[in-house]
């Protein structure tokens, strides 16, 4: 019972800075949804003046908004021209008066003093032209060969989100990885605390040994990384509808892997630290290095990268994570079984370094007790 008390009161000290935990599941959401958007299909901007009004010049801004290559802004004629004296726009589209008429006037047979009013100002020569102006014959051409008016813009940016939530996937799995070493360092700030405050020499003269205080740390700090993995899976699924977390069977025991992989680490790292701000700069450096060689901002292949960055970013345990959960995510038939060699690694990994944290602190032990004999003989 005392650990068990112990154990949640170490909990409750990790989430008292609720600034720092607010962050901590906020930036990998944010992050992931905003590099999903980044990498969609870039569309270029085409302010349009719809001076006519009639219902075939709303027909062809409709047929220019369901272009993938263009995004319709309404503009006034004197804003376009601004813009395009500015240097801010290569081109604008202004539809004159007349313009139904005219087509009107063409299905009819009739003879047309001139084209439709439809104007295509142009500014500096830019390779985005070129695009506006097939997008500009592809919507000009539909009304008359019967082309049905375009779907609403809801359904579009529908579309959009959805494809958004679905590339967010892996950049989530990836931030995610690369956040829990900042999560990690902060479980075990706490040492750095009680070394600091004189509070560890209080402890070791307790009745609990101390390694049974250390054990509620590095119990408190599992479940401290379960719940942050479990707030962010629900706030993927829940406001950003990422569907993260779909074979939960399978990405869970990978993600507990990884967590005790982390928090064995960050636990020898907080023995060795020796003040609270180089524990700080080197969690800030170390968690920076993991999502840059982890692949959460890009990936790196054998391909394109240099051979040695793509040597070290094979020795991040984040890039074992994320292989594993893609190729879950991404197969059928995949499953926890075919990623036990992950799985294990990362476990051998944590264990490993539990066991030296343990050992280191044994020893150190020994040397305090030694030193403080020779003081008082």
């Known amino acids: ?38 990498v969609l299909e870039p569309k270029t901007p085409l302010y349009a003046a719809d001076l006519d009004g009639s219902v075939l010049s709303r027909s062809l801004l409709a047929n220019l ?34 313009y139904g008429a005219a087509l009107r006037r063409d299905d009819t047979g009739q003879t047309a003093a001139s084209k439709p009013p439809l104007r295509l100002l142009v500014g500096q020569a830019d390779s985005s032209i070129a695009v506006l102006e097939a997008a500009l014959a592809k919507a ?20 959009a ?26 479980a075990f700030r706490s040492l750095i605390n009680e070394r600091e ?64 992989a982390l928090s064995g680490i960050s636990l020898g790292l907080a023995l060795l630290a020796r003040s609270h701000r180089s524990f700080t700069v080197l969690g800030s450096v170390v968690t920076a290095l993991a999502g840059v060689l982890g692949g959460a901002f890009f990936s ?40 036990l060699l992950t799985v294990s690694l990362l476990a051998g990994i944590g264990t490993l370094c539990m066991i030296a944290a343990l050992l280191m602190t044994s020893h150190n032990r020994r040397l305090r007790f030694r030193a403080q004999e020779r003081s008082l003989s």
């Open 1 to 38: 019972m005392p650990l068990l008390r112990m154990t949640g009161k170490q909990i409750k000290l990790m989430c008292r800075n609720r600034a720092a935990l607010l962050a901590l599941i906020a930036a990998p959401l944010l992050l992931a949804y905003l590099f999903s958007y980044s």
């Open 65 to 98: 908004g369901t272009d993938k290559t263009v995004k319709v802004v309404s503009a006034t004629e004197q804003l376009i021209l601004s813009r395009i004296a500015d240097g801010e726009l290569a081109a604008g589209l202004v539809i004159d008066p007349g």
């Open 140 to 159: 000009v051409a539909a009304p008359a060969a019967g082309t049905p008016v375009a779907s609403d813009s809801g359904q579009d940016s529908a579309s």
């Open 161 to 186: 989100a959805a494809a958004a939530g679905s590339l967010a996937l892996p950049h989530l799995n990836g931030f995610m990885a690369m956040f829990l070493w900042a999560a990690a360092f902060q």
């Open 197 to 260: 405050n004189h509070t560890a020499e209080r402890l070791l003269a307790s009745p609990l040994p101390y390694w049974q205080h250390l054990l509620t740390k590095i119990a408190a700090a599992l479940g401290f990384g379960l719940l942050m993995i479990g707030l962010v899976w629900g706030g993927g699924r829940g406001l950003l509808h990422i569907h993260v977390g779909g074979d939960a069977a399978a990405e869970l025991p990978l993600w507990a892997a990884y967590w005790w």
């Open 300 to 339: 790196i292949d054998e391909a394109s990268a240099p051979r040695w960055i793509y040597l070290l970013s094979r020795l991040v345990p984040g890039t074992w994570l994320t292989r594993s959960l893609s190729a879950i995510s991404s197969s059928k038939t995949a499953s926890l079984r075919s990623e």
